[in-house]
């Protein structure tokens, strides 16, 4: 048949061989497009590090070396990644037979340090300065795009991808449950997964704002999207804002890390500004606004002895655990 797959005798296909029919027929149209390629990034990897081994010789040593050539040049979590796509398709060598152990048991994932990485964003005085100089005075445009991202924190593409119909303006929310592919022209696309799925509450003002913006727009059609968009050109607009703000020049993503941090700063959980933000899971906000909770936590630290040296606090402390209280002294 001339659509047969060919494969290579079991005795002679390397790694590398298998690994690409292993994407072709579990990966390609499973996954989406831009999971696919970080799996043919992986697999680029592979045929430049172990072009020639070949499948059944894969043990936990060459495993090993293949993982430790990689981290020579990349951060320990790009490895983690690294092994996680490879290992997959290697369990599912070991299921058929074609390879006797399980080379990646107990794997050792090293990795250059990571260089120092804090989230950019504005503080409150900044981003006055910057939704202060927006043009809203005519149809909707950049300006009001940004202003959209700063107050809810959502995505580039999530932004990209509202239409009128998304608008909840009695209840004041926002539905975010698709993404606008900008970079292949493809359109609408399904949120990566159930948690970026959500309902974002933004101020009656804003509510007002679009409102009367949309109303003559079609229910299902982006209302930023009138041609091919590129990010550049958001970030663009926004740098001259920025500029002419006299504040520090971010781009459009980090608006979405100012929106988190002054909400996390306001004294909203962390939970619900993962929530917010859509994120897989609690532990995404910590690591990404970790430096803000550690600055927090500082402040709690302050707020608590400050709380515990005052006799009003330890009169209730004493008064809720009915302890006779003669003096300070009482209950301590």
Request: hydrophobic share 40%.
């Amino acid at each position: 048949m001339k659509n047969e797959i060919k494969k290579p005798p079991t005795e002679s296909q390397t790694f590398a061989e298998y690994y690409e029919s292993w994407l072709r027929i579990y990966k390609k149209g499973a996954v989406r497009e831009v999971t696919f390629n970080r799996y043919q990034m992986t697999l680029l990897w592979v045929k430049r590090l172990i072009p020639n081994l070949v499948l059944r010789d894969l043990t936990r040593l060459n495993y090993q070396d293949l993982l430790n050539r990689y981290a020579e040049c990349h951060e320990k979590q790009t490895t983690i990644d690294f092994h996680h796509q490879l290992k997959g398709a290697i369990l599912d060598a070991v299921d058929d037979g074609l390879i006797d152990r399980d080379p990646t048991r107990k794997a050792i994932i090293k990795g250059r340090v990571p260089r120092s990485k804090k989230a950019k964003f504005l503080n409150q005085f900044e981003l006055h300065k910057l939704l202060s100089a927006l043009d809203l005075s005519g149809s909707l445009n950049w300006d009001w795009f940004i202003l959209l991202v700063a107050k809810t924190g959502m995505r580039f593409s999530e932004a990209l991808a509202l239409t009128p119909s998304d608008f909840d303006f009695s209840r004041q929310t926002v539905s975010v449950g698709k993404t606008w592919d900008y970079k292949h022209g493809k359109g609408f696309v399904p949120t990566k997964n159930k948690t970026f799925s959500r309902k974002i509450q933004i101020d009656w003002q804003l509510a007002t704002q679009f409102a009367a913006m949309v109303k003559d727009m079609p229910e299902n059609k982006p209302i930023f999207i009138h041609k091919r968009i590129f990010n550049s050109t958001v970030n663009g607009r926004l740098k001259k804002l920025c500029v002419v703000s006299g504040i520090p020049v971010i781009s459009i993503h980090s608006l979405r890390h100012t929106h988190a941090s002054l909400l996390l700063f306001a004294g909203v959980s962390i939970a619900s500004v993962a929530r917010r933000l859509g994120h897989a899971s609690i532990n995404t906000t910590q690591k990404t606004y970790l430096h803000i909770i550690k600055e927090l936590e500082n402040k709690d630290v302050d707020l608590v002895e400050c709380k515990l040296k005052s006799k009003s606090y330890l009169f209730y402390y004493c008064y809720e655990l009915a302890v006779p209280v003669y003096g300070v002294s009482s209950c301590m």
